[in-house]
DNA sequence: TCCGATCCGTGAATCGTTTCAAGCTCCCCA
DNA sequence: TGGGGAGCTTGAAACGATTCACGGATCGGA
């Protein structure tokens, strides 16, 4: 039913073997020859049967990318980093979703291990040393997103959490807003912790004590989780002067909840959030942020994989963005 | 390096045929033997090698989904209800954006094609019967998302876009807001037009003329094109009664903008959203809205592919939901 | 005229799985 | 005792692209 390159073959008078050295090595193929196969490609309207190209290679033209949710933009802004930078090496990307459940990902990575791919970006949950290694046994090349494992062959990606954390604290004390509130996730993945941990250093650097800082922790870092933390806030009775939020989507959700209240931002408390994700700009009262490279990050994972690396590690770093939440 | 079948057998002392009947049909195989091979699968950790079974049976166990923004809450939910019913099915589902780019549409056909996958969920922006009935000829179901396309063998599912707007509508004549501004894009995909023509009907039908009704057109409907639509309206210098838009993105950048600017919601204006996304519960003013199954829309469209169906259509039907922004 | 080099094209072997006709054992029943 | 199922297993033939050792043609130079 569909053309295999043996009929194409037929059409253009010549061998499978010249056929596939047209796809594949049009150089080494006379010039009146390869005009003759790619007419019969087109009238055809051939296209290649990658599953018998990647049985045959052992592994295909695809690279995998696996994200926590689909649903939170800095994923999909990094995802699709990752395919510009696959796509211009000539390789496709395949999106999964392990929607923060080990089960999921899992099955995830059986999927794309069972498709041939060559490489698979993550921003891991559960993976661990073995599956890595395994992996890598089997010529999968592993990149790692926010998080470093030594020894298994993956390489890593990563933003300076610890400063972009210590830029949104310097940023609220030279506002004059020490007295402050984190909104944070638990369990508290890694990069989140790094990035409290930066700014409990500038605040201590700046001769202020944790003991005066509220910790506000949600289950999930989304919007409604958001939305809840400023309920609790706003339940203490006396507000603090800054808010300091684990990323842009509790951010936004607690200022929506805020202003709902009659809370004036940035006048009654200043809040900052992280990512600077699309919607951080346009939200009611433009947000304060720390800019991550998303696009880069998915990109320059790509570019690892597609180079042959391993155990490699790149650091990008952050980047503070003034609007008007604390300013 | 990675193990094949063949190994498996030999370690469990069958022949590969055996073996493959333990993946595939473990009702035939006697107990004792097929405890032997999943053992041996399990001491070897052996994953089936996809591409020689595409390449054998001619199709994948997967599907394949092309929307057109994945930075969309309304798309990235189609997708997931897509990515639900495929796995009840046995199937996996690679996700695919087309960008609304009609190039960037071919490229990832092609991809789907050469992956082998046995369907194709598409929110169309170039695909023509000529492409359909091509892929159809290889195979490859095809299910239409909100657009349908006769003779070519493919499947369709909508909602009912007239209704929606029809709903919308008369919700805000309810409310005595029959002076109204419609925000659309421009050019107007059918979907869309569906919409403002439901609207209209409703309006007419009421006994209101077209005439009384104001129209701003932006390009894309993303929340800054809502923040642009709103400052447009506000140059006007007197705000409609009632605002519809014809989708929650631009609603919520709307309202974001008009409140910013000291305009009370629902007091001033009235504002009406379509989709009811996940951010359309959670922003400043909770947004009245018309739900479209999106979960459902999704799902359904698997479910016509993996049922092998052709040239069936479904209708679903939307729902008004009532919150702060109209009531 | 002959040799070697260069340029192109050939065709069979290969990748790992599924499929299916055929064979092998056992056991039951006539 | 033999015939015939039933129940399991086997082994070889596909699927379609890539690879590579090999061979034929052509050309320049001695």
New interface residues.
Partial sequence: ??ASIREVARRAGVSVGTVSNVLNRPDVVAEATRVRVLTAIEEL?F??????R??RQGS?RTLGVIVED??N?YF?DL??GA?DASNTGGY?L????SDGSPEKERRRL??L????VSGIIITPVALDADRVA?LR???IRIALIDRRMSGAGACSVSVDHVQGGRLAMRHLIELGRHDVAFVTTEPEPPPVRQRRGGALRALSQAGYGPEQTLTIAEPEPT??A??RAARRLLEFGTLPAGIFCVNDLLAI?LV?EL??NGVKIPQDVAVIGYDDI??AA????PLTTVRQPRHELGATAAELLLAGADNRHVTLTPELVVRESAS
Same sequence: chains 1, 2.
């Fill in positions: 039913m569909r309207g296209v290649r049967n990658e599953a018998a990647t049985l295909g689909i649903a933009p999909t995802a699709r395919e496709d395949i999106w999964c979703t059986d999927f291990e069972q498709q041939g395994r046994a089997r010529d919007s409604e958001g939305q959700g929506n202003v709902r699309g919607p346009t939200c009611v009262i």
